[in-house]
């Protein structure tokens, strides 16, 4: 009866043109196969490694396969793994059927947000036939499917789910008067940005007794390269986080600039941060429809606000898009409503680690009147004007924001 067994065998791979196998020895299996059913390939095996083998119905397909000197159990893994279908031991004998679909795993994740990742991991899921679903109140992601694809889903999940860099922005909002700014010197209207500052040279003739004879002073402007001003010294070699500071203490002390606002701010690598430092500002709006006007009041921000989305690149430099607005009410007493003057600026910048840029040309004019008079003197009919003086003054002023990124972990 085996003899007759083996001689059909035989026809069999002769038949459909497959090379034959054999067992290299009794731990050790040779197979070759050319798009040849599952179903025989199984079978085969299943009469190679004398074990019993039941197989579902639905088992279909072709394979093409070509194994040398392997056990029995790894080759019958590697036939399930191929075509997506599972394998399980009872006893001494062997069940083939489709995988378990319907393994549920979940996730907790510590430094990525649930709802993110699932966002990103969508297409590779779909890819997988996975299914995902989130707990934001646990932030855990349960994904269901295949063993085979929650297992490259985990295997992902461990290279993403780490912490993340932070980046801190330092900012400086000082306003200066536009005739003190030369001598920080910026002047956005030049050609070439920036300007570095005026500097003095000292150059000194002495004689041979060494008593100066010749002294002599020049001022030297130097300019630099377009762009965003990013600093590292001065001409003189100190630092400029220093050297602007130093100069800026000089203008505040002599009333030509004062500082706005010193806000800092965290923010994880790739996701916004805002700044507002001022107030709601009520603001009536007059709506007419179907004849009948309507006034409502709309409540706008109005201060110093700061926007900016940091990303630390591969070599640790700062790319940051930074938006910067400078609003001030004025109420206008004819209307009895506020009026919003906005100095805004956006800008793309890359800094290293601790550089500090600088963002200028925020130019904005105030105008004040300003009345004098002599108690009582001055309200005295036809006289009464000598005892009084308007003074009408209009000063302009230029916004300039520094600012610093610092990275951590």
């Given at each position: 009866m085996r003899y007759k067994i083996f001689i059909c065998l035989l026809v069999l791979f002769l038949s459909i043109g497959i090379s034959s196998m054999a067992m290299a020895s009794p731990q050790s299996i040779n197979l070759n196969f050319m798009d040849e059913d599952v179903r025989v390939v199984l079978h085969t095996l299943a009469t190679i490694g004398n074990v019993d083998m039941i197989i579902d119905d639905s088992i279909k397909g072709n394979i093409t396969m070509k194994i040398n000197n392997i056990t029995f159990e790894n080759a019958l893994a590697l036939i399930t793994s191929a075509k997506g279908i599972s394998y399980r031991k009872i006893g001494d004998s062997y069940i083939i059927e489709p995988a378990d679909m319907g393994i549920t795993e979940v996730y907790k994740l510590r430094y990525i947000r649930a709802v993110d990742i699932k966002k990103s991991l969508e297409p590779i899921m779909g890819s997988l036939k996975l299914k995902a679903e989130i707990d934001e109140v646990s932030n855990s992601l349960l994904v269901s499917g295949s063993p085979t694809g929650c297992a490259r889903i985990k295997t992902l999940l461990t290279d993403l789910d780490i912490p993340q860099q932070q980046v801190t922005l330092e900012a400086k909002v000082v306003a200066i008067n536009k005739a003190k700014t030369k001598d920080l010197g910026i002047d956005w209207s030049w050609d070439v940005t920036p300007q570095y500052p005026e500097v003095e040279t000292t150059d000194e003739v002495r004689d041979s007794n060494g008593k100066v004879t010749t002294p002599a002073k020049t001022t030297i402007t130097r300019t630099a390269h377009k762009g965003t001003i990013r600093f590292g010294s001065s001409p003189a070699g100190v630092?400029?986080?220093?050297?602007?500071?130093?100069?800026?203490?000089?203008?505040?002390?002599?009333?030509?600039a004062k500082i706005l606002a010193s806000p800092k701010v965290t923010t994880i690598n790739g996701k916004e941060a805002r700044i507002l430092i001022g107030d709601h500002i009520p603001v009536l709006t007059e709506k007419t429809e179907n004849?009948?006007?309507?006034?409502?009041?709309?409540?706008?921000?109005?201060?110093?606000?700061?926007?900016y989305t940091p990303t630390i690149t591969a070599e640790g430099t700062v790319t940051a898009k930074v938006r910067t607005e400078v609003s001030t009410p004025t109420l206008v007493s004819d209307i009895k409503n506020y009026r919003i003057t906005t100095r805004e600026a956006e800008t793309t910048v890359c800094m290293n680690d601790g550089e500090t840029m600088v963002i200028g040309g925020l130019i904005g004019s105030e105008e004040s009147k300003t009345n004098n008079n002599v108690p009582f003197l001055s309200e005295l009919p036809l006289i009464g004007t000598l005892f009084k003086s308007v003074h009408n003054s209009k000063s302009e002023t230029e916004v300039i924001i520094f600012l610093t990124a610092h990275t951590s972990k």
């Open positions: 630092p400029y986080e220093f050297y602007y500071q130093a100069k800026i203490n000089a203008l505040i002390s002599n009333g030509n004849g009948k006007t309507t006034t409502t009041v709309e409540y706008v921000d109005a201060g110093i606000k700061l926007t």
